[in-house]
């Protein structure tokens, strides 16, 4: 089995609807996220798809409207890239906007490891 570029479209397509059970589905069972913050250099690591979706839908719970738009994505390898704008308002009416990219580590056409990074931007305050 291989891992497309379409698939990691439909992925991201999965992010933008909320829908965790599509967004895993390439997933490995033992995969491993470094988030875009967190204590340590690489940011956070979460470790398995439970903790990973949990991850995910914190994310959509605390932003209902997080989208990463204007995505594309290449795969070359065992190893591929998505390019992407994420938006997202918390409650507090607070707005994130700020482009970056997953590096993804492929094992066996599955994603092992998701690696995230995007740009640091002020939050831009409620009007």
């Known amino acids: 089995m291989t891992l497309t570029a379409d698939d990691l479209k439909a992925t991201f397509d999965a992010f933008n609807r909320h829908d965790i059970d599509a967004v895993m589905t390439h997933f490995a069972e033992d995969c491993v996220f470094t988030t875009v913050a967190g204590p340590d ?60 990219v997953d590096l993804f580590t492929i094992r066996n056409g599955k994603l092992a490891m998701k690696q995230a990074f995007r740009k640091q931007r002020p939050i831009i305050e409620t009007r």
């Open 41 to 100: 250099v690489f940011g956070t690591r979460i470790e398995g798809c439970e903790a990973i979706a949990k991850a995910f839908v914190a994310v959509w719970t605390a932003m209902p409207d997080a989208e990463w738009s204007d995505h594309q994505h290449f795969v070359c390898g065992d190893r591929a890239v998505s390019e992407w704008t994420f938006r997202g308002t918390d409650a507090q009416g607070r707005r994130t906007e700020a482009q970056g």
